[in-house]
């Protein structure tokens, strides 16, 4: 364009030159042309630059519109695999949020000098409420991305002006979210009459399985700080694990004990599935230490082990090698992997060599605790102690793994144990 009009110029100072007496009539005809072809050229720029503004937005209304989609269908895959299809390595979105949570409880907790106790006992609780926050959150951004571009156009105010800010999109969205109907914002086409059906729908059962999600959790905590409860006052209030098999077995009744350890194994069993399916169960502490998952697994693990190590293993083969002994070994070694591979970060532990000797001495004093009950126990202590030393080896690193990550005291789960050594060495 620039170049037609330089060239109308040069021609008309040409013309002008050569015939000078033409220069007063034809000048004004020329400049009137000129001024035509400039204000065409404006023009043309201007429906250009309009035409390119027009498809700038349309181009991030339909980005807007993906983008909401997006974070609508994440929400909505997460509630899925979270509620309907629990396992532990299905989670997008509330597993993550739980770590997460978790980390900041942790961080906080250790500038703490009093009430860390208390303080990270709340970290479940929050944590539940956290991943429905998100849930909630990310449905409501969602729908509310997807609906912004139509705002004046698709979705109208009945009796003022339709405001057009994000605010009013996050506001129509959650009045349907919430199953209140459309508020003052009608919507005006068919697609988003649709729409928001589809929100009324989707709100209604997000808020249903929602609340079965929760009652399933907590449900599932009951169960399993009743578990914890019966094997805490099984052993006399002591959380000790020769104690707690000393009485499963007393006056050598082995029907008894063998049914005592099939219970317990269900029990662990049920415990192993209830936090495969339910994650944010790990994150429930509690201050009372008989209520805590580290000791649960303490128990089982070394009743397990002192099972297979300190019975007579002739007069007690039913019970060493039966169903209930076998799946109470294998069930709690599951449990312990399973929660340090899914759950618990890469926490590096010292080598426990140095605890062997601690070891030997709570296993000989397990002895005694069984012998005084009239069972009849392995012939060669020496040897008992080193399979009971090198079994627990099998056990003891994944459990101080959960115990550091839980912000726990190893010397509180073992209390026990501690408790004895000490008496002994006193002694």
């Known amino acids: 364009m620039k170049g037609n009009v330089f060239l109308h110029i040069f021609c008309v100072a040409q013309s002008n030159k050569a015939f000078p007496s033409l220069k007063g009539t034809s000048s004004f005809f020329d400049w009137t042309f000129l001024k035509q072809d400039v204000c065409a050229g404006r023009n043309s720029a201007n429906r250009n630059g309009k035409a390119k503004s027009q498809f700038i937005k349309a181009v991030m209304q339909v980005f807007l519109q ?146 079965s999600y929760v009652t399933s959790v907590y449900s599932n905590l009951t169960n399993r700080n009743t578990f914890a409860l019966s094997l805490h006052h099984r052993t006399a209030d002591t959380a000790d694990s020769a104690e707690l098999l000393a009485r499963l077995a007393a006056d050598n009744n082995i029907l008894t004990l063998h049914q005592d350890i099939s219970q317990i194994a269900q029990d662990l069993i049920h415990l192993l599935e209830s936090n495969n399916s339910y994650p944010v169960l790990f994150y429930f502490r509690y201050r009372q230490i008989y209520y805590t998952l580290p000791r649960i697994l303490y128990l089982t693990m070394d009743v397990a082990t002192l099972l297979k190590t300190a019975f007579d293993p002739e007069k007690y083969r039913s019970v060493t090698n039966s169903s209930g002994a076998v799946e109470l070994w294998y069930g709690g070694n599951h449990m312990l992997e399973e929660l340090c591979r899914s759950l618990v970060p890469k926490v ?41 030393v090198a079994l627990r080896h099998q056990w003891a690193p994944n459990l101080e793994k959960l115990i550091h990550y839980m912000g726990y005291e190893s010397s509180k789960i073992f209390d026990a144990e501690f408790c004895k050594v000490d008496c002994r060495t006193q002694d």
Not at 154 to 160: E, F, K, L, P, V
Not at 349 to 369: G, I, M, N, P, T
Not at 372 to 383: F, L, Q
């Open 348 to 388: 590096h532990v010292k080598r426990q060599d140095s605890l062997e000797a601690h070891w030997r001495s709570h296993y000989f004093q397990a002895l005694k605790r069984l012998e005084a009950e009239g069972i009849k126990t392995i012939s060669d202590p020496e040897a008992g102690a080193d399979s009971y």
């Open 66 to 211: 993906f983008l909401g989609a997006v974070l609508a269908c994440i929400a909505l895959m997460d509630i899925f695999v979270t509620v309907l299809h629990p396992r532990t390595d299905n989670s997008l979105l509330s597993l993550r949020t739980a770590r997460g949570v978790w980390w900041l409880f942790r961080v906080m907790a250790q500038k703490m000098r009093k009430g860390r106790g208390r303080f990270l006992s709340y970290a479940g609780p929050i944590i539940i409420v956290a991943i429905i926050g998100v849930w909630v959150l990310l449905l409501l951004l969602g729908f509310a991305l997807m609906v912004w571009p139509e705002l004046g156009s698709a979705i109208q105010a009945t009796q003022r002006e339709t405001p057009t800010d994000f605010f009013t999109a996050i506001y129509y969205a959650g009045f349907s979210l919430a199953t209140l109907g459309t508020g003052d914002l009608i919507p005006q086409t068919a697609t988003y009459r649709l729409l928001i059906i589809l929100k009324s729908i989707l709100g209604f059962s997000v808020f249903t399985l929602v609340l």
